[in-house]
């Protein structure tokens, strides 16, 4: 019992830090679920997402507003001398029925425990921690016990209410006709000097303006999730990181394995895996045509998952990152979180950035400044997507139902 104070104290303590905070979009996702008077047993809930994505923050919320609730960090030298499984039924025990457990992945055998803790006990259970790719293998080995909720950096919409304590929303139609793009800014004068800010650092829930804070926080990711999950050698990691220098003052454009093996020295293997590890650890984004003629040979576009981390590992080489690289990422970002398919077109000479599949049909994007024009659609149905419409586009949220993925 004396435990059970102990953890519960820290955890009010800890609550008591970040009363004041504007809460993410998806704590009303998670509230509802813990709230919800389905019958039989709930899912766990594993939440999923990037180091410094506001994890422990949404949990010590959920926590604070949550009845007969119990929160613990799973790295707690408390817990590391018990067991998960021990602290959850002594707090069954003591009436506690909603479970908070925080840096889960860091105890050894989190998964096992958590399955005989679904099975033992009937009880709302969420978890989190801080390695996405940890995350990730529990959340499939669990199996019908839980469910994965990613936690994804801010849109520019959530940004903008963390920060402003204001809620706009737009739809893709704001979007895609410009008189109606610029009614919208008209509407709502006080977002655009956000944006720039965004671009650089507002995927992160804090103010950071410093990017050496996100550029650590990735190193961690490579360096310690990966060598952890993924069972690579530290030179294969050093090769992840070194890739990222390079992209990072890359302009976008087609990725060649063969190419990159060539310039960097490392075999065409190599090079894919370090791809595909960057890709799990959701740092990069692979985009490619949606049908291609071999698997082998397909074009594909990389580019980093949010646009602050571009800014991050450029800043680290005494580099501007690119407005257009940044654009794009913005972008995909955006589409990825409306659920909206994105391709490459099928190649021809300067054609458009990207195909996006729409409720309404395929549509064709140009992404750029107010130099770029439709002459690169050829004659098919197009938009060319500037500034003014990416700052209208951070604020869709009801294309069609996404589950965030």
């Known amino acids: 019992m004396e435990v059970i104070d102990k953890l519960y104290r820290i955890a009010l303590e800890n609550s008591n830090l970040i009363k004041d905070y504007r809460k993410r979009y998806l704590y009303a996702s998670i509230h509802g679920i813990l709230r919800s008077s389905s019958k039989g047993k709930k899912p766990i809930v594993i ?3 990037i180091r410094g994505i506001g994890k422990t923050t949404l949990m010590l919320q959920l926590f604070s507003n949550s009845e007969h609730a119990f929160y613990f960090s799973a790295d707690s030298i408390i817990v590391r001398t018990s067991s998960i499984y021990s602290i959850v039924e002594e707090a069954q025990k003591q009436g506690y029925t909603a479970i908070f457990i925080d840096e889960i992945h860091k105890y050894p055998r989190w998964i096992e425990e958590l399955k005989n803790i679904y099975d033992d006990f009937n009880l709302n259970i969420v978890v989190s921690g801080s390695s996405t790719a940890a995350l990730k293998k529990g959340s499939i080995l669990l199996g019908r016990r839980a469910i994965n909720l990613p936690l994804l950096p801010l849109t520019f919409a959530e940004f903008f209410y963390l920060n402003e304590g204001k809620e706009y929303t737009a739809t893709i139609g704001d979007v895609l006709d410009k008189k109606n793009t610029l009614k919208w800014l008209a509407d709502h004068p006080d977002v655009e000097a956000s944006y720039k800010e965004y671009l650089l650092h507002g995927g992160f829930p804090l103010r950071i303006e410093d990017d050496s804070i996100v ?14 999950e993924f069972s690579l050698t530290k030179n294969k990691v050093d090769i992840a990181e070194r890739m990222l220098g390079f992209l990072s003052v890359s302009t976008p454009g087609e990725f060649s ?18 791809v595909i590890l960057l890709t799990e650890l959701e740092i990069l984004r692979i985009v490619e045509e949606e049908n291609p003629k071999s698997k082998v ?3 594909i576009k990389l580019l980093f998952s949010h646009p602050n981390l571009r800014a991050a590992f450029s800043g680290q080489l005494m580099q501007e990152p690119g407005v257009g690289a940044m654009r794009e990422e913005y972008f995909l970002f955006h589409m990825a979180y409306l659920g909206l398919p994105v391709f490459i077109p099928k190649k021809g000479r300067k054609f458009p950035d990207y195909e996006v599949v729409l409720s309404t049909g395929r549509l064709l994007f140009e992404i750029g400044g107010s130099s770029k024009t439709s002459k690169q659609f050829m004659g098919q149905t197009g938009v060319v997507i500037d500034d003014e419409r990416l700052i209208v586009l951070g604020f869709v949220n009801n294309v069609q139902k996404t589950d965030q993925k």
């Open 257 to 274: 394995y063969t190419s990159f093996s060539s310039m960097s020295g490392y075999s065409k293997s190599t090079v894919y895996e370090s």
């Open 47 to 49: 939440l999923s997402g």
């Open 297 to 299: 040979k397909k074009t």
């Open 215 to 228: 550029f650590r926080l990735v190193k961690r990711m490579i360096y310690e999730d990966a060598l952890a």
